[in-house]
């Protein structure tokens, strides 16, 4: 399993903007073979920050949605991001 986590610094002032903007991505999300969660939430204290959760069954399957990547207009409103990835696969024997 592969979980995917950090948060989005946005503009506070287009936040609720980029928010709605992510409504598409987050259905496509939840509908792709192996998305078992999918979440771009407002943070409750910051008013720039966006969260990200996401949770893959695999590698591969994460790598096949994100192909589609933001669009333009998503991608502008980004100011800074840390996202980072998560290999949380069972391991035998461990």
Do not use: K
């Not at 969660?37 to 591969?60: C, G, H, K, P």
Request: hydrophobic share 40%; proline share 2%.
């Amino acid at each position: 399993m592969i979980i995917v986590a950090g948060y989005l610094t946005v503009d506070p002032n287009e936040r609720d903007r980029f928010l709605q903007s992510c409504v598409e991505v987050v259905r496509l999300a939840r509908e792709s073979e192996g998305c078992e969660d999918f979440a771009i939430d407002a943070d409750l204290l910051d008013a720039r920050r966006v969260n990200v959760y996401e949770r893959w069954t695999s590698e591969a399957q994460l790598h096949a949605f994100r192909r589609s990547g933001p669009d333009s207009e998503q991608q502008t409103a980004i100011l800074d991001a840390d996202v980072r990835d998560f290999d949380a696969s069972e391991r035998a024997g461990g």
